[in-house]
């Protein structure tokens, strides 16, 4: 969905407003996007929370999103597959630049899930994408795993007016 309008208030309302009752109805949405994305194999994971930004929110909506994509799907799940490395400063206001450099190394995948990725096909999920930068940085992490091919599906995605 466009993150706009509703599209931002749901996403919002998962992310900050605690509405975990939004994940089934919003997995189900994202599953039937994802279905042409999904091989027998596919391993889906999530962007990860710094642990700092996880205590704060006391949940990754990301995961939340993908757990029950992969429970809708069949599909093998690894909520611990990636790791941020440091904390990140919040990507609001940033440029498409300054986004990817605040990502540059944050983001890796977990040593002892490293044997997951190799040579299998992954999908990662997040709630929004505006620049890309965070997928950017998950899938270069993932492809030095040898995972691939590697799609990625969000729930909602930022774009500017034409």
């Given at each position: ?8 208030d749901?996403v ?16 189900d ?10 091989t ?7 962007i ?5 930004r ?22 093998a799940y ?11 400063s ?7 630049d ?18 997951l ?10 709630d ?12 270069e992490a993932a492809?030095?795993?040898?995972a691939?091919p ?13």
């Amino acid at each position: 969905m466009h993150y706009s309008g509703t599209g931002r208030d749901l996403v919002l309302a998962l992310k900050h407003g605690d509405r975990l009752d939004l994940v089934p109805p919003l997995a189900d949405w994202m599953a039937r996007a994802a279905a042409p994305l999904l091989t027998p194999d596919t391993l889906i994971a999530p962007i990860p929370l710094h642990r700092l930004r996880l205590l704060r929110r006391r949940y990754n909506q990301a995961a939340e999103l993908a757990r029950a994509l992969a429970r809708r799907t069949g599909h093998a799940y690894c909520a611990d597959l990636f790791t941020r490395a440091r904390p990140t400063s919040s990507q609001k206001g940033k440029t498409r630049d300054e986004r990817h450099a605040n990502l540059d190394g944050a983001i890796t995948v977990t040593p002892r899930r490293a044997a997951l990725l190799r040579g299998r096909p992954l999908l990662i999920v997040d709630d929004v994408m505006t620049s890309g930068a965070t997928l950017s940085a998950a899938t270069e992490a993932a492809l030095s795993a040898g995972a691939e091919p590697i799609c990625t599906v969000t729930l909602a995605r930022v774009a500017k007016a034409p």
